[in-house]
């Protein structure tokens, strides 16, 4: 009688363990940086927005630019800068706590292409 007892204790708490770890995915979105400043001087014609999601490494200036000029070809510089980042963390609970592990960070590049006139 003992020995079942044990045994269904063993059992009962080893289900338990197993029941009670959860993993959850958590995404969270915050800016990053922005540069809201448009040129003082000079003439200048406004072509549109453009929103860039580079890939990972790539998140630069240059690569903005050169995406830009996919868009609109005449495009000289762009201007008001916004980068947005997004974290995803993955939670895992459990008996002995809670754990979170980032799983993949990326970037979202919006600004204002525009071109020099002269």
């Not at 197993?18 to 922005?34: E, Y």
């Not at 540069?35 to 240059?62: H, K, M």
């Not at 762009?78 to 008996?95: G, K, R």
């Amino acid at each position: 009688m003992k020995k079942r007892f044990l045994l269904v204790s063993l059992l009962v708490l080893f289900a338990l363990v197993l029941s009670s770890c959860t993993s959850t995915t958590i995404s969270t979105k915050q800016p990053f940086s922005a540069s809201v400043s448009f040129p003082a001087e000079g003439t200048y014609q406004i072509l549109g927005r453009v929103d860039f999601t580079p890939s990972q490494g790539s998140a630069g200036y240059i690569d903005f630019l050169t995406y830009a000029k996919t868009i609109y070809p005449d495009t000289d510089d762009i201007v008001n800068i916004i980068v947005d980042s997004e974290n995803t963390y993955e939670l895992t609970a459990s008996l002995y706590g809670s754990e979170s592990r980032l799983v993949s960070s990326s970037y979202m590049m919006s600004g204002i292409a525009i071109a020099y006139t002269e």
